[in-house]
């Protein structure tokens, strides 16, 4: 059963527009959620996060919104740069547990 | 230098040899994991150690084992390697202290079982 959910798979995006990757969670119990990146014959590099008491982290061109009522986060990436295509995880975890749940990535592709 | 590093990086065996993938990190971190990557599948949790005395199971630990030999090294030993063990595996290590507690990654061992 997949706690945490990335629904697509893929997205392309248009070089200096926004990308928007969305997941969902279905336990209500986690506490933190992460976005990381990953390229092609690399591990995962952590992104940015965001507590379950905030519904919006920024930095620089990355945001993640939070909507706990939804169980749903996204990130936003604006603008979009070539260097940003990379498949994307978000990652939920319960407080206390300190592990990850992962989903299942989305590869972002951006054109230039 | 890496901070987490993975040998070997690709591997090729075939069924029923035992394999042993091996993590080393500079980080001083006292939290290692082993999860294994597949395709529509994500990221998932095999073991984990918080500390030298530590093992965990994480949601995938059958037909895996892990050895903690010091704080900067955990291995991961699959005993009889059969083919939907083929897979991409990823080392990370974490630090509690850290006022986020991120995990950072190696940089993966590419695995196939024929």
């Known amino acids: 059963d997949q706690q945490v959910k990335q629904n697509s798979p893929s997205l392309s995006v248009q070089e200096g527009r926004i990308s928007i990757l969305n997941c969902d969670y279905t336990?209500?119990?986690?506490?933190?959620f992460l976005w990381y990146k990953k390229y092609p014959a690399e591990g995962p590099t952590f992104l940015i996060s965001?507590?379950?008491?905030?519904d919006k982290n920024e930095d620089g061109r990355f945001t993640v919104f939070l909507n706990k009522s939804a169980k749903h986060l996204s990130l936003h990436i604006v603008p979009s740069q070539p260097g940003d295509s990379a498949v994307y995880f978000c990652?939920?975890?319960?407080?206390?547990?300190?592990?990850?749940?992962f989903g299942t990535g989305t590869r972002l592709k951006v054109l230039a | 230098d890496a901070d987490v590093t993975q040998t070997p990086r690709n591997r090729i065996t075939k069924t029923g040899k035992r394999i042993m993938l091996e993590c080393s990190q500079t980080?001083?971190?006292?939290?290692m994991y082993w999860y294994r990557q597949d395709p529509g599948l994500g990221l998932r949790l095999i073991y984990y150690?918080?500390?030298?005395?530590?093992?965990n199971k994480g949601e995938i630990s059958d037909g895996y084992s892990v050895s903690r030999q010091a704080q900067a090294k955990f291995s991961l030993s699959l005993e009889s390697a059969i083919p939907n063990q083929t897979a991409l595996y990823f080392c990370?290590?974490?630090?509690?202290?850290?006022?986020?507690?991120?995990?950072?990654f190696g940089p993966g061992t590419r695995l196939l079982v024929l």
């Open positions: 990370a290590t974490s630090d509690p202290a850290e006022y986020q507690e991120t995990q950072y």
């Open positions: 336990n209500s119990m986690f506490d933190y």
């Open positions: 965001i507590s379950s008491i905030k």
């Open positions: 990652a939920a975890s319960l407080e206390g547990t300190y592990k990850y749940i």
């Open positions: 980080k001083g971190h006292d939290r």
């Open positions: 150690s918080f500390d030298v005395k530590d093992i």
